[in-house]
């Protein structure tokens, strides 16, 4: 059992706390926003992440093994902690960088809580600037000499590899275990590994705490001691080879759009071969949300700076944006022009399974249609809130499963855009649900953002179908 103070309670910082009480350690999770840490401890999850809310709530009933409470003082907590967990936000600037200034001032605070005849271990998950874990240990140790203090503390490179809306799982059931260490600190992480939550998440030695969490044939990897750098760096090329993949399938399905080739049969069959593997293959509107965007544009721009081409992650971005107006361009061309036609759209989340908005591809393209004069019907299962409050825009009907559903977004409309990857979108009986406008000369369209649906079906109900690269040779 650790003593572990986690500092920021969002998507990282939440799901490592209630995973650490899970396996028996004594957390607290401190958030500057009282009213978020209000919320949690009125059992209110203010993240969507599959497990969580369940976990909070036995957490708060004393139920899990080790505890968990919440706090807003980051330096109070920090003084009792052996373990501390920097999970706080690293938002893009303008200039392509992130912003590391959130980092900095929790540090602060923490060296401000720590006190002498202590040893810490400062466990750094946040999406940083490579250099930044080196900067950090200079940077505790100055506030600490400023202080007058000498505790003993160790910063360590931990980034996080979680996937939005499977977060809990990534943390239970890691895929890589990659612990960056700086100069001397050899064989401390060996050290953090024998304590319980490492110790059991590698030995697996716990019950899934919600059924079907675990994933099927799961293999623990082998933990990894390397160094600062080499973890940071291994965060931005992680996630910039995941957009790399989606990209290509973009860029491939451009081509079989102009032979008349099908993007899914192709794509397929590439990754059959392990080599290339099946998974994020598949182009549509596009990747987004709050970490692939900013992450590939500090991964982009640090490499600039230096003087460094870094020409395939350049393209990885423009391939990606590009995806947003070809969207709305597939659209005009059917339908011409835009301005006071009622478009209707599935999906504003960046990807299915979270309430996310935050830079989705959905918005952007809404975003469009309102400024191209469209009345916009808008359904999403989750993330209406979040959207609505990206967007702030007029000629907006937002339509959720206890407004409207999505048969409220169909009436009355002229084209449907799908723009997230709901798996409830591949159910729509178009026959059933066809309350689309046929008043005009040409027939109402279907765009497949995410190329999901089954393309006979809709043309069967009488629509026409666009999806990404299907097959059909596009003017
Ligand atoms: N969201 C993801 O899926 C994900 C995945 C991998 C990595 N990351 C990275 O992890 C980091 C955290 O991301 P997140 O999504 O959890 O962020 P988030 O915005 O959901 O949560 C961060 C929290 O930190 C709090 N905070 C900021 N400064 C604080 C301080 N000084 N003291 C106490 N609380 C403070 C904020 O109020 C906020 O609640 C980022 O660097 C992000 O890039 C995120």
């Known amino acids: 059992m650790a003593r572990v103070a986690i500092v ?3 998507y990282v910082g939440l799901t490592y706390g209630l995973a650490h009480a899970y396996m028996g350690d004594d957390v607290v999770v401190v958030d500057k926003d009282r009213g978020k840490v209000d919320q949690l401890r009125q059992g209110i999850c203010p993240v969507s992440e599959k ?23 980051t330096r109070l907590r920090s003084r009792d902690a052996e373990v501390i967990v920097l999970a706080v936000w690293t938002p893009e600037l303008p200039s392509g960088l992130s912003d590391m200034s959130q980092v900095y001032a929790a540090a602060k605070e923490i060296a401000e809580g720590m006190i002498d005849g202590r040893e810490y271990l400062i466990l750094d998950k946040c999406t940083v600037h490579v250099g930044t874990a080196r900067a950090l240990d200079a940077f505790v140790a100055d ?16 980034p996080c590899f979680t996937d939005a809306g499977n977060a809990l799982q990534d943390v239970l059931y890691p895929m890589r275990y990659f612990v960056g260490v700086g100069p001397g600190q050899k064989g401390l992480v060996a050290a953090e590994l024998s304590r319980a939550f490492h110790s059991r998440v590698l030995g697996q030695t716990f019950d899934e705490p ?22 940071e760096v291994m965060k931005q090329v ?6 790399m993949r989606i990209s290509f399938a973009q860029e491939v399905a451009e081509y079989c759009e102009v032979m008349g080739a099908d993007v899914e049969t192709v794509m397929d069959a590439a990754g059959l071969d392990p080599r290339i593997g099946q998974l994020f293959n ?15 544009h500090a991964f982009l721009t640090e490499g600039e700076q230096l003087f460094l081409d870094m020409d395939i992650t350049y ?26 036609r009622t478009i209707a759209v599935l999906g504003l989340a960046f990807k299915a399974g979270v309430a996310d908005a ?12 309102v400024e191209l004069g469209a009345w916009v019907q808008a359904y999403d299962p989750m993330a209406v809130t979040s959207a609505a409050d990206v967007l702030q825009l007029p000629r907006i009907t937002y339509f959720d499963r206890e407004v409207g559903g999505i048969q409220g977004a169909l009436r009355g409309a002229e084209a449907v855009m799908v723009l997230t990857d709901w798996p409830e979108f591949t159910g729509i009986d178009w026959k059933e649900l066809n309350r689309l406008r046929h008043d005009s000369d040409r027939k109402p369209v279907v765009v497949d953002g995410r190329n999901i649906l089954n393309p006979t079906n809709v043309k069967e109900a009488g629509l026409k179908y666009i999806g990404w690269g299907r097959g059909e040779v596009s003017p």
């Not at 598949?282 to 590939?296: A, F, H, I, S």
């Not at 393209?315 to 006071?340: P, T, Y």
């Not at 935050?358 to 249609?369: G, H, N």
């Open 238 to 243: 992680a996630n910039t080879f995941q957009a």
């Open 210 to 231: 919600i059924e079907g969490l675990k994933p099927k044939g799961y293999v623990v990897p082998p933990v990894q001691e390397t160094t600062w750098e080499n973890c």
């Open 282 to 296: 598949r182009p549509g509107v596009g990747w987004g949300g709050p970490c692939l965007p900013k992450d590939t």
């Open 358 to 369: 935050r830079f989705s591809p959905a918005v952007d393209v809404v975003r469009k249609l």
């Open 51 to 73: 497990g969580l809310p369940e976990l909070l709530e036995r957490g708060l009933r004393g139920e899990l093994e080790g505890s968990i409470f919440f706090s807003t003082d």
């Open 8 to 10: 920021g309670a969002g």
């Open 143 to 158: 506030a600490l000499k400023a202080d007058g203090k000498s505790p003993e503390f160790h910063v360590v490179a931990n």
């Open 315 to 340: 393209a990885i971005r423009k391939v990606n944006d590009r995806q947003r107006e070809r969207a709305i361009l597939k659209l005009v061309k059917h339908m011409g022009c835009l301005n006071g």
